[in-house]
């Protein structure tokens, strides 16, 4: 079993930051990609920021120059610091893991989700 942990959603105002974190535990043989994503009421999943093993990352438009991912594989676990928030930023955001298992099955991990809500 894999399970992805996310930590630090909250309120925060307009123009403030938050660092998101999500740890990945369980029968782990090697993570590939990972990833953030956000559902906002009404809408669609988008994709926030996306970090592959190794190589670029990559950002929506909406978040390019005020957010940076970044992961820890010693500690499996994958951060997103996002500074300059703006209400539209409010959602859930979940984070995603491409997994290998140590039974060498390879699926796509889903975290339970965070909310962040920022005030105007």
């Known amino acids: 079993q894999v399970q992805l942990v996310e930590s630090g959603g909250g309120l925060v105002q307009a123009g403030g930051s938050l660092r998101l974190s999500c740890a990945a535990s369980?029968?782990?043989?090697?993570?590939?990609?990972m990833g953030w994503y956000r559902q906002a009421p009404g809408k669609q999943r988008e994709l926030v920021a996306h970090i592959p093993r190794g190589g670029n990352t990559n950002y929506a438009d909406s978040v390019k120059g005020r957010v940076t991912i970044s992961r820890d594989n010693a500690k499996n676990t994958v951060y997103l610091q996002m500074n300059s928030l703006k209400p539209e930023d409010t959602a859930v955001y979940y984070c995603?893991?491409?997994?290998?298992?140590?039974?060498?099955?390879?699926?796509?991990?889903w975290g339970q989700g965070t909310q962040v809500t920022v005030s105007s």
């Open positions: 995603t893991a491409h997994i290998t298992t140590k039974v060498l099955t390879t699926n796509t991990y």
């Open positions: 369980g029968s782990i043989f090697s993570i590939n990609a």
